[in-house]
């Protein structure tokens, strides 16, 4: 499973955002922000795929540390939970 192509096409799809379409080191820049102008409720619908999309349970800690707030953040939760499989 490519991880990577699958969380874009869901940041693509659920939060109209196409990662690839900025510099790189967007990845890294918060999601909830004017560059990317993503809502609060877009967010959870986001955590919501993300967790039926691969299978896993977001740990509580990726939302209260703000690691899922980014596409590299998102990625890292999203293989963390994968390995724990």
């Known amino acids: 499973m490519d991880i990577e192509k699958k969380l ?14 900025f510099p790189e080191e967007a990845r890294k820049f918060p999601l909830l922000s004017a560059r990317f102008n993503v809502y609060p409720h877009e967010m959870m619908g986001l955590y919501l795929k993300v967790e039926q999309a691969f299978k896993i349970e977001i ?23 994968l390995n724990e499989k």
């Open 8 to 21: 874009k096409e869901l940041l693509k799809s659920v939060v109209n955002v196409d990662i690839d379409s």
């Open 59 to 81: 740990p509580d800690s990726a939302i209260d540390d703000g690691t899922f707030n980014s596409f590299d953040g998102i990625l890292s939760v999203v293989t963390g939970a």
